[in-house]
């Protein structure tokens, strides 16, 4: 069995491991996790007491054709590369696209990431017992 590269390189992007990808894992986060709305997507948290962080993208086709999703999942995965939680967090993220993410600039959505899904992540850092 391979061994999980967890490496904390920001120019690599997250391994298989480190990425949702069963169906079942998505409706677990939709289920049990928190729901932070956003003007360009919808994000989902759930925490676990250990574990990896693991990531989701979700792009249905409300957002656009094959190309519109492409471009709005890569967006998304970039975002979520460059605000990754400074320490380990055992969490589930799935980012939800919405069609104003087209649009919109890659600083807006961003910004509207650090302060929904991004601050919800540091906030459970700090205090654990929020799970």
Do not use: W
Request: contains cysteine; proline residues 4%.
């Amino acid at each position: 069995m391979k061994e999980a590269n967890f490496s904390k390189d920001s120019t690599q992007r997250p391994c298989r491991l480190q990425r949702l990808r069963r169906k079942a894992d998505f409706d677990t986060v939709y289920a049990k996790g928190r729901r932070v709305p956003g003007r360009f997507f919808i994000g989902y948290y759930l925490l676990h007491e250990s574990g990896p962080l693991r990531f989701g993208v979700v792009a249905s086709r409300r957002v656009g054709g094959a190309i519109r999703r492409n471009r709005a999942k890569r967006r998304l995965r970039e975002v979520f590369r460059r605000n990754e939680p400074r320490e380990a967090v055992a969490a589930d993220v799935v980012l939800i696209a919405r069609n104003a993410i087209i649009e919109a600039s890659f600083q807006d959505i961003e910004r509207t990431y650090v302060r929904g899904v991004g601050r919800a992540l540091e906030e459970s850092q700090r205090n654990p017992d929020s799970r």
